[in-house]
């Protein structure tokens, strides 16, 4: 049966999507996509540029690829071309798959999306061609990592497995594993690359238990050359998948396969985590990313212009680079929001412009991180405790209670160190800092009232 055109139903789709976003969002971002054809389950798009494409696709796929398929009644993925590669064969395409799971507990009906053929790229996610080390800025705060990631992609297996990369959000961590994966494909195309999130292993988990095909799940996971997973912490409080993990991680290990992980903490500060999980997430070489100082904050921002062919000036990359300082994500945001706007309203790139057109990123970003102190104060405002009896050695129930939540958004919301927590709160050890997140990362888990209790003294930090 022929399909109608696409237009035909994009206004239909783009509706629903302004439902579903903020006006601005869906004006900067779902109205700029014109809708080129589709055929069964894919839907292919052409976007402005590929730095809108870019953008796009890491923050605003989902939301498209969930309502075309709620539009379709099936899994539907999409496809996005840059305008200026409207020629090009479809394989130019970065291709993105929908068949996105609802819940961790329910995964959507509707068949599973085809993996990617051995040598280049498995599960939902492809490997993304344009996260590349070529492309990957060394700054001070990434030389280990960067150095370690190559020496993995030159010998897989050999050394340093797993490879565990830890640092904050949007540092480069998804970058070096992408890195690692076409690395490893170029080098080697009939090696098998997988690359997963946490959650979407355990969505697949989940998936062939329900449709009893689990000896399918570990046929596919046990029997690849490289295995890629992103934000491991997802793993923690998640007894199942940790047991399938265990039993994935052991396989791939004993025959030698590379394993390589990235999480927002290291392996002894992920709680709820399984001990002879973390032991072997420490066998290996474990990381970490720094954010980038000024100097390779300008050198990200030169390198991303110089490549797309794109002219700014020194003084509006310095501005950027000057204002956006927590992660790379987002200064790269900011360079991709600056740029999409000079390109949707012809506008010349300068200082004036700069500073009009982000002056909502600069202004949203606190003028101070958040701090321990922080932590204390709303803690100790709400259970009308001082400071001073939270880092004594008192432990009636209440304060108790106190102090363990004190600790838990120190960690959680500010980013402390179990080390530097412990110190502030009156010279406990480590391990005491991470009993205390793992009881209240329990108690939120388990009692409602209580996480929105927590969810209202964080709301503002």
Known sequence: MELAPLTDYWDVILDTIRQKVSQQTFETWFLPLKPKHWDNDCVHLICPDRFFQDWFCEHHTETLCRTLSDHFGRPMRCTFQADKDAGEQKGDLFDFSAALVESAEL????????RGEAGK???????????????????????????ASVAVSENPGASYNPLFIHGGVGLGKTHLMHAIGNAVTESAP??????????????????????????????????????????????????????????????????????????????????????????????????DIQPPDLETRIAILKKKVETNNIYISDDVIEYIADNV?????????????LLAFASL??????????????????????????????AMKVVCEHYRVTVDQLKSKRRTQDLALARQVAMYIAREKVGATLTQIGRAFGGRDHTTVMHACKKIHRLCREDPLFRGTLKDLTAGM
């Open 107 to 114: 995964p959507a009906q509707g068949a599973k999306a085809p």
């Open 121 to 147: 790229s498995h599960g939902r996610v492809y490997l993304n061609r344009d996260y590349t080390f070529r492309d990957f800025v060394i700054g001070s705060g990434s030389k280990l990592a960067s150095a």
């Open 190 to 287: 009939d090696k098998k690359v997988c690359y997963v999130t946490a959650e979407q292993f355990m969505n697949d988990l989940i998936w062939s238990i329900q449709r009893n095909r689990t000896y399918e799940f570990k046929s596919e996971y046990r029997n690849v050359d490289l295995l890629l997973v992103d934000d491991v912490a997802f793993l923690a409080g998640k007894e199942s998948t940790q047991e399938e993990f265990f039993h994935t991680f052991n396989a791939l290990y004993h025959d030698k396969r590379q394993i390589v992980l990235t999480s927002d903490r290291p392996p002894k500060e992920i709680p709820t985590l399984e001990e002879r999980l973390r032991s072997r997430f420490e066998w290996g070489l474990i990381v």
């Open 325 to 337: 300082t927590n992660n790379i994500r987002n200064l790269e945001g900011a360079l991709i929001k």
């Open 345 to 374: 309203t012809g506008s010349e790139i300068n200082l004036e412009m700069a500073s009009e057109v982000l002056s909502s990123i600069i202004q949203a970003s606190p003028s101070r991180a958040a701090t321990i102190a922080d």
